[in-house]
């Protein structure tokens, strides 16, 4: 049976992962001695504090065309996208881009599904483009990754 969580409740949790993607990606920015990959981690967080607060503004009522209700319950299995692998200070930095990947999967298959949730107008487009922005971090993790764990040698 598929746990019951109120819209106030999802958007809290939803505020809460953005935050913490922030608090990652700033951490993982400051250990990256590569210029390319600390400036990605850098975008991520300015990208994800702008997803927090659009999520704020939801949550407190500020966009009306489209929204459900702040008690509205909906039947949605949350926990497949909120269990994550912990950050071990020994990880490959392949390993942290694979990290940070399946985070911003996680991150674009719950506003994808979120958003179908609601009728057609200002809330669905959001969500669909905040879902549309994080398969975009994802590319770009990804592109990361390849570079790190597939480098090119000088013979091509």
Sequence with gaps: MATQFTLHEILEKAIEREIESQLLYRDLSQKMK???????????????????NLL?????????????????VLNYKIAE????PELSPDMELKDVFLLAANREKASHEFYLSFSRLHPP???KK????????????????????????FPQTAGG
Excluded: N
């Design 121 to 123: 107008g200002e809330v």
């Design 34 to 52: 590569d210029p390319a990959a600390r400036d990605a981690f850098q975008e991520l967080v300015r990208q994800e504090e702008g997803h927090q």
């Design 81 to 84: 996208h909120l269990d994550q």
């Design 126 to 149: 959001l969500l669909e483009e905040l879902a549309s922005q994080e398969l975009a971090h994802k590319q770009r993790v990804e592109f990361l990754y390849t570079e790190v764990a």
């Design 56 to 72: 704020e503004k939801y949550l407190r009522g500020e966009l009306k065309e489209g929204a459900l209700g702040r008690r509205h």
